[in-house]
């Protein structure tokens, strides 16, 4: 049993396919398959169940992947403890974000961490919070930065910041006029969100059910990201309402497109930070944090 056969099961159990397991790997596939048969011959039992269309983790075979999963962890961190010698703010820091959050936190971040951890590069990405929490339990990515609620067992969170939700209007809607925009007032307009995936369209629809009928309104386009709900509010489609950090740039002056508060009680979401409780370069994150934390971005309140 070697370290190398644990990673190409814990692969396919990810992929349950060996083709693209094998390309993740960087291997053949014959090279994949006879590796995994050679382990299940090894351990005289069966990983996976295989046909034509999928591959499965037979009950056992969950229980082996779950304990591999493990295995690779406590091994980076054996290569991590080689490289103490270097400061645990002295390698690269791998960190996710949801879309939602990544295009505005991350020019900030990185402005922010230099005089921190100037010797530590970050390695960032950008995904859904379902994908995030995946590459966080296997070891793919050091920390992930979401919004609430989340829950998952071994990691350790620290919320961040609170940010306020605002309205976006066509400049020549009605609603641009006024100075806040009440919940019942979006009620009776073209509200356009994101598509299926983002947490941020579950939270615009918790804080306010009332536009829940552009859900089904197909004639409606779902946006892929709030930069494209921004330019479809620009150009006259609807309204849209944002994170306040989103509006931290402006693409367009007031004649085209103007952001309008929420009146009465504000909706907003909370930003958290996550990470493996065994986690074993702890100052790594706390540089992160107190980088974020010193960010300032548009609306946010620190914690």
Request: with cysteine; glycine share 4%.
């Amino acid at each position: 049993m070697t370290l190398t056969e644990l990673k190409y099961i814990v692969t396919l159990a990810q992929e349950r396919h060996f083709r693209k397991a094998a390309e993740r790997c960087f291997v053949s596939q014959p090279t994949l398959s006879v590796a995994i048969k050679k382990l299940e011959d090894e351990l005289d039992v069966a990983i996976f169940e295989r046909n034509r269309s999928d591959v499965r983790l037979t009950l056992v075979g969950e229980r082996i992947v779950a304990q591999a999963r493990k295995v690779l962890e406590e091994a980076e961190i054996v290569k991590l403890l080689a490289h103490e010698g270097k400061g645990q703010l002295n390698l690269p820091l791998r960190v996710g974000a949801i879309f939602t959050v990544g295009p505005y936190l991350f020019p900030h971040l990185i402005r922010h961490i230099k005089p921190i951890a100037p010797d530590m590069p970050l390695i960032l990405e950008e995904n859904y919070t379902s994908a995030l929490r995946q590459k966080l339990r296997n070891g793919e990515l050091d920390t992930i930065i979401i919004s609430l609620p989340f829950e998952e067992p071994d990691v350790e969170i620290q919320d961040l910041y609170d940010e306020p939700f605002e309205v976006l209007i066509p400049a020549r809607h009605p609603l641009a006029q006024q100075e806040k925009i009440t919940r019942k007032q979006l009620e009776k307009e073209r509200i356009l969100l994101l598509g299926e995936g983002h947490c941020f369209r579950e939270q615009v629809l918790n804080a306010c059910p009332g536009v829940a009928r552009s859900v089904d309104d197909h004639s409606l386009p779902q946006g892929t990201s709030l930069e494209t709900l921004r330019h479809m509010v620009a150009s006259g489609l609807g309204l849209t309402i944002v994170p306040s950090s989103s509006n931290d740039q402006h693409i367009y002056d007031e004649d085209t497109l103007v952001e309008r508060p929420f009146a009465g009680k504000i909706p907003y979401r909370r930003v958290s930070i996550v990470w493996r409780q065994r986690f074993s370069r702890p100052k790594a994150i706390e540089a992160l944090v107190e980088a974020i934390t010193s960010c300032s971005l548009l609306g946010a309140a620190n914690l």
